[in-house]
């Protein structure tokens, strides 16, 4: 079993930045992907980037490429999402999440079939 844990999540001004990390543990998290969603209650949850098993390669939406940056420490276990120019609209649940263990540990694997989730922390951004 995959247990994730996000942390970082806060209040902050339009403009400003915001660090998300999520601790990963269990047996198989070296060998998955890992992610990031969030969801608003007028939304469903929204893919926003994703990481393979190694931390080389990534993926992201369309809507925040450029301004999100996801990233892996292989040692620790510990996925961040680095998100700078923040708006209103970012306002959301944050969730971490973690792909199946039969997929090679490829960053798609987590945006198509994402099998564990973070309980979600919530970033909150004021105009």
């Known amino acids: 079993q995959v247990h994730l844990v996000e942390s970082g999540g806060r209040s902050v001004q339009a403009g400003g930045s915001l660090r998300l990390s999520c601790a990963a543990s269990?047996?198989?998290?070296?060998?998955?992907?890992m992610g990031w969603f969030r969801q608003t209650p007028r939304k469903e949850r929204e893919f926003l980037a994703s990481?393979?098993?190694?931390?080389?390669?990534?993926s992201y939406a369309d809507s925040v490429e450029g301004r999100f940056t996801i990233s892996r420490d292989t040692a620790n276990d510990t996925v961040h999402l680095r998100m700078r120019k923040l708006t209103p609209e970012d306002t959301a649940v944050y969730f971490c999440?973690?792909?199946?263990?039969?997929?090679?540990?490829?960053?798609?694997?987590?945006?198509?079939?994402?099998?564990?989730w973070g309980q979600g922390t919530q970033v909150t951004v004021s105009s």
């Open positions: 999440a973690a792909g199946p263990g039969d997929s090679g540990g490829d960053a798609w694997s987590v945006r198509a079939y994402p099998a564990h």
């Open positions: 269990g047996r198989t998290v070296k060998l998955i992907a």
């Open positions: 990481i393979n098993w190694s931390g080389v390669a990534t």
